[in-house]
T-cell receptor, first 116, second 114 residues
Framework: AQKVTQAQTEISVVEKEDVTLDCVYE???????LFWYKQPPSGELVFLIR??????QNEISGRYSWNFQKSTSSFNFTITASQVVDSAVYFC?????????????FGKGTLLTVNP | DGGITQSPKYLFRKEGQNVTLSCEQN?????MYWYRQDPGQGLRLIYY???????QKGDIAEGYSVSREKKESFPLTVTSAQKNPTAFYLC?????????????FGPGTRLTVL
């Protein structure tokens, strides 16, 4: 069974600080996909990134970066120079390629609060 | 603009009543999903549909029903059999049901049972 753990329930930082959100996953499949979503106070989930299990390259998009390490089953998300608009709940999610491949399993989310 | 719409944004229901939540997408996606979110929890899958006139139960389907008569529409009915229906409901769609396609989400419906 697949599982996603986001151990940090809440994080509070001051604007301009860097912050890393942790995500640890469990799966028996060799082919799988990892995602990060942002849920601002409005409620709608916003897709941030998808990574497949064969691509361990780190990715940077502006102030956002992702570190995928298969050896530790982790897919961590770092926001550099955080801003108040980054305040949201962030979800990590896992999808397996075979079998019940509809299933997107979410972690419980990390509430990030960026204070001015 | 392509996207997913959900209505209403807020819904109040008396105990014992059925209520239907609307979800429409104009992304031409084959697959659609319904999730439930409770405070401090991740999303849990209620139902999903990969094609018109077909749908499957997710992890927490009891007390819910769906239909998929049109590609763009996937309404969710919360029945009186659902013991604890107060929650935030999110609809999503993806190009198809394979794991490598990201799901796009609607703005959600917050259901409160009075």
């Amino acid at each position: 069974a697949q599982k996603v753990t986001q151990a940090q329930t809440e994080i509070s930082v001051v604007e301009k600080e860097d912050v890393t959100l942790d995500c640890v996953y469990e799966t028996r499949d060799t082919t799988y996909y990892l995602f990060w979503y942002k849920q601002p106070p409005s409620g709608e989930l916003v897709f941030l990134i998808r990574r497949n299990s064969f691509d361990e390259q780190n990715e940077i998009s502006g102030r956002y970066s992702w570190n995928f390490q298969k050896s530790t089953s982790s897919f961590n998300f770092t926001i550099t120079a955080s801003q108040v608009v980054d305040s949201a709940v962030y979800f990590c999610a896992l999808s397996e390629a075979g079998g019940s491949n509809y299933k997107l399993t979410f972690g419980k989310g990390t509430l990030l609060t960026v204070n001015p | 603009d392509g996207g997913i719409t959900q209505s209403p944004k807020y819904l109040f229901r008396k105990e014992g009543q059925n209520v239907t939540l609307s979800c429409e997408q104009n992304l031409n996606h084959d697959a659609m999903y319904w999730y439930r979110q409770d405070p401090g929890q991740g999303l849990r899958l209620i139902y999903y549909s990969q094609i018109v006139n077909d749908f499957q139960k997710g992890d927490i389907a009891e007390g819910y029903s769906v239909s998929r008569e049109k590609k763009e529409s996937f309404p969710l009915t919360v029945t009186s059999a659902q013991k604890n229906p107060t929650a935030f409901y999110l609809c999503a769609s993806s190009l198809d049901r394979t794991g490598d396609n990201e799901q796009f989400f609607g703005p959600g419906t917050r259901l409160t049972v009075l």
